[in-house]
């Protein structure tokens, strides 16, 4: 079934109010002005006081000297970016929608989503219309328009697209246009914990979010969007190939993500607060089989985009990506496109009792094992044959 409700809300439509473009007074300040940073800054506390950019304000920094800041993509990076920020957006405004009528009152109630909750949903709806008319007004006319979808999953849509975001924001050029989707990622990330309150999961099992490069985020999307406006430009983003986790199988108690029944239909743990549950989805140290696909399908808006990877052979590793580390575990291959590995046990760090691999994390099968931290993650992109899946633990 294809879904667009956006496009009723927004065909033809150019929302150029320019909410962000008055000019703003010169401001005076009086300190020595911007001061460049320093590679080689000893951390000690002290400061210069004969070096503060403006009052009360220490060396460095981006201070705000610039009277009338740029919130416009500054580079095909920026662009790029905040085109794919709005295709999530887009599809969240949709699928929010498409929620709230695919169940009934009676059914939401089983939940234990009542209308209170609806109209939280409602409201979140509301809300991508503001995150959409921002991304759009910073992109200009050209903006992509919006699609229409279909679904045939247990949506993790919202982790996305903060995970896809935190992944690149400060790598955009524009600090001034980084600065606006942040206040608006900051209001998903909120949506997010809700919306797993919702599900009777707890609220947030992790110390870190966890960024995500570019291409892994379109990758997660493209599949649900089938068909675009002709002015939508192509996005330049890589499309890996699909990669499923086999075992654990969804739906057993222990995975089913959200609404776990009794045999006589209660809601083992509906909408809570927070929620304990006592049936882990998945345990460290147990055995994860995949299965993935072969380069070269069309997938995406009107099919247009193509499945491709630039690994050497075939998969060694499965890379797990969460909060801020990349988990190598090496992998047996079983068939042609199948493989096994063992869900990791490490700590985030060496004293701490956080699981690095807690509530939703990120999987790719790797050619090699490349050490990487969040600021540098894009480098795996080379590596990856398959991937990501969405890995459900804790
Ligand atoms: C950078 O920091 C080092 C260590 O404190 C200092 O020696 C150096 O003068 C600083 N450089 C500049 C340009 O401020
Ligand atoms: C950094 O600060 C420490 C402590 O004040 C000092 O001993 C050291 O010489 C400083 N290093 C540089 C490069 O300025
Ligand atoms: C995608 O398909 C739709 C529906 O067939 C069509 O209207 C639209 O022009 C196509 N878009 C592109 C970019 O080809
Ligand atoms: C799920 O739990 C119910 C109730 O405890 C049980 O009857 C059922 O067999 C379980 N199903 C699976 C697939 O484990
Ligand atoms: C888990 O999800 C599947 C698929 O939606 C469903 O058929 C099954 O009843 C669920 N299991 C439980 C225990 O709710
Ligand atoms: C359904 O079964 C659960 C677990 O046995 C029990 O706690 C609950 O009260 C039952 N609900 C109804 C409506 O009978
Ligand atoms: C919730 O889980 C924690 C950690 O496993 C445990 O210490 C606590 O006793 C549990 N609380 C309840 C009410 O089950
Ligand atoms: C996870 O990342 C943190 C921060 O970079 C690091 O200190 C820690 O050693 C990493 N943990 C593991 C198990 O690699
Ligand atoms: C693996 O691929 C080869 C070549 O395409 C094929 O002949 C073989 O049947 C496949 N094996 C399995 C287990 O699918
Ligand atoms: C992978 O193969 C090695 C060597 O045979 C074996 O020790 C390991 O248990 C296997 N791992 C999995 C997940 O099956
Ligand atoms: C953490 O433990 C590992 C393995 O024991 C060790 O190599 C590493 O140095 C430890 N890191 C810290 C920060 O203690
Ligand atoms: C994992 O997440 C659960 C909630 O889903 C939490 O209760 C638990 O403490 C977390 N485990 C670790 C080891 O951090």
Known sequence: MLSSFTASLFTGVFLARSLLSCQAAPTEFSGVGAVAANLTYNATGDFDPTKTPANYTPAGGIVPMEPNPTYHPLSDFDYQSLSLALYHEYIEYDLFNYGLTKFSDAEFEEAGITADYRHLIRFMAQQEIGHIELISNMLGGDAPKACQ????????????????????????????????????????????????????????????ETGLPQS????????????????????????????????????????????????????MYPAAVSTNRTLPMSLPGQIVEFAWEAPGKKIGPNSSYTTATSAKGAPQFAAWISQLNVTYTPLNLTGNNTGATYQPSVHLYNDSTQQVINGSSFVVLTDVALPLTPFNLSAINEHIVAGPAVYSSG
């Open 149 to 208: 979808y279909k679904y045939d999953f247990e949506s993790k849509l919202t982790q996305w697209t903060e995970s896809g975001v935190y992944g690149f924001l400060n790598h955009l050029d524009s600090r001034a246009a980084a600065n606006l989707l942040l206040q608006s990622i900051t209001t998903e990330a909120r949506q997010e914990m809700s919306l797993r309150q919702l599900q009777g999961l707890f609220p947030y099992p992790v110390w870190f």
């Open 216 to 267: 892994f985020a379109w990758t997660l999307v493209s599949p649900y969007i089938v068909t675009c406006p002709p002015t939508n430009k192509k996005l330049v983003w890589q499309n890996f190939p699909a990669l499923h986790v086999v075992s654990p199988p969804v739906a057993t108690n222990f995975t089913n993500g959200s609404y776990p029944q009794y045999p006589n239909g209660t809601y």
